[in-house]
């Protein structure tokens, strides 16, 4: 569906986004992160045609952003971080004037329009000033003039900025509905909201690609080091650390805080690629420890991320 190779924009001497390859399959919901800066609202607006790209190449279903972009421009649907609405409109004056600049008349207009009032949850609101509306219902009504052409593919940059967990929430839920039929890239910087929205997390840092995959590889993926916490009853704390440190694969003990009773806390790092769960609990239960906590440590996105952008 969207090919992207060496993509790259510079700003006078600013390099903004650097070599960037993407393939991107038809109905895939793509989250786009990385920190303030990072070149995700530039790599969005050169995919739009929005911004010429200093270097590489974009092609969306085989046409070439340089030669065909008002052909693409017919296949994208395209949200900004800020709506570009008229406060002084109604919705449904809003919702009309947009159906008529895409050429879109009579019962294709009405059907469209009705569509969309379903789709974006603007019942209810048709006849209000778009002005008098919250910030969440403002990002429906933007995600319907987005979505007014009926584009394969949808492009929204942070669609959830400023809203509260509600809206939040509301708007996950239509761009999941909308991934269904279409393909959708958007970026965000809420990653709980990417984790539990896209297929596939690509993460940007200082306009490069530094990971792309699966949301579940990501958070599984092969050598990262990973942690068990251990509370232990009726054990020496050297004692314990020396005994697990034994075990193949732990590369660490370390001893926790106390919390002011008799457990003894542990955390025990080891590489992803090995789990030595089983030979922990053996090792325990050859004693006369008692084991109340035995946890391992899950990543998140938001770990991840950090790892992967952190300025060393």
């Excluded at 789709?119 to 933007?142: A, D, F, N, Y």
């Excluded at 967990?165 to 909308?178: A, T």
């Excluded at 325990?284 to 109340?292: F, Q, R, S």
Aim: glycine residues 8%; hydrophobic residues 40%; charged residues 25%.
């Amino acid at each position: 569906m969207i090919q992207v190779e060496g993509l790259t924009k510079y700003y006078d001497d600013l390099c903004a986004v650097d070599r960037i390859d993407l393939d991107i399959q038809k109905g895939e919901i793509i989250g786009l992160l990385g920190p303030n800066g990072a070149g995700k609202t530039t790599t969005l607006r050169m995919l739009t045609g929005y911004f010429q790209p200093t270097a590489g190449q974009v092609r969306i279903k085989d046409l070439d952003v340089r030669d065909d972009m008002v052909a693409i421009k017919q296949l994208i649907g395209y949200l900004p971080e800020s709506a570009p609405l008229y406060p002084g409109m109604l919705v449904y004056d809003y919702l009309d004037y947009v159906a008529n600049i895409r050429n879109l008349t009579g019962d294709a207009k009405t059907g469209r329009i009705e569509r969309l009032v379903t789709l974006c949850g603007l019942q209810g609101i048709m006849h209000k000033t778009i002005g008098e509306l919250s910030k969440g219902l403002k990002q429906r009504v933007g995600l319907a003039h987005a979505m007014m052409s009926d584009p394969e593919i949808l492009i929204l940059d942070e669609p959830t900025s400023g809203l509260d967990p509600n809206q939040i929430v509301e708007i996950r839920d239509i761009i999941r509905e909308i991934g269904r039929e279409k393909t959708v890239i958007l970026s965000t910087h809420i990653l709980s909201e990417a984790e539990a929205t896209c297929d596939r997390i690509v993460i940007i840092h200082k306009g490069r690609i530094v990971a792309d995959d699966r949301t579940e590889n990501l958070k599984h993926s092969g050598g990262q080091s990973q942690r068990i916490h251990l509370g232990l009853q009726n054990a020496d704390p050297e004692t314990a650390r020396a005994t697990l440190t034994g075990i193949d694969g732990i590369t660490a003990v370390d001893i926790r805080p106390a919390n002011g009773n008799a457990t003894v806390n542990l955390a025990l790092t080891f590489r992803g690629s090995q789990d030595p769960r089983p030979d922990v609990y053996a090792a325990v239960k050859a004693t006369d420890w008692i084991m109340v906590e035995f946890v391992q440590q899950t990543k998140n996105l938001e770990t991840i991320f950090r790892e992967l952008t952190k300025e060393n």
